[in-house]
């Protein structure tokens, strides 16, 4: 079964730094666009940041400048590196991947079970 798999949530005091990774169980491609997304219960999921196959990305106001979204195709991962976390980063992290099945853009998407991601005052 194709998926992906989040690590590297768990505790972390406010100002402090964290890892997260996404491992996917297929090789992940040039038509691939993965992201970072993060949800707190009774609020819609919030895009984080994405990043294509180039290594071109995007992020979010609220992580900008304190966020690092990578990827490593020959390992099938995908990393966040967040630093001067605040409360309000406190959220179940999902790991998205987008592929683009044909030309008119039609896509498909998995996204892994998610990894909390508490900070600590």
């Known amino acids: 079964q194709v998926q992906l798999v989040e690590s590297g949530g768990g505790l972390v005091q406010a100002g402090g730094s964290l890892r997260l990774s996404c491992s996917a169980t297929?090789?992940?491609?040039?038509?691939?666009?993965m992201g970072w997304y993060r949800q707190t219960p009774g609020k819609q999921r919030e895009l984080i940041a994405t990043?294509?196959?180039?290594?071109?990305?995007n992020y979010a106001d609220s992580v900008n400048g304190r966020t690092t979204i990578s990827r490593d195709n020959a390992k099938n991962t995908m990393y966040l590196q967040m630093n001067s976390l605040k409360p309000e980063d406190t959220a179940v992290y999902y790991c998205?991947?987008?592929?683009?099945?044909?030309?008119?853009?039609?896509?498909?998407?998995?996204w892994g079970q998610g990894t909390l991601v508490t900070i600590s005052t």
């Open positions: 297929r090789r992940i491609s040039s038509f691939d666009v």
């Open positions: 990043i294509t196959s180039a290594g071109s990305t």
């Open positions: 998205n991947e987008r592929r683009v099945v044909n030309v008119e853009g039609a896509a498909e998407e998995l």
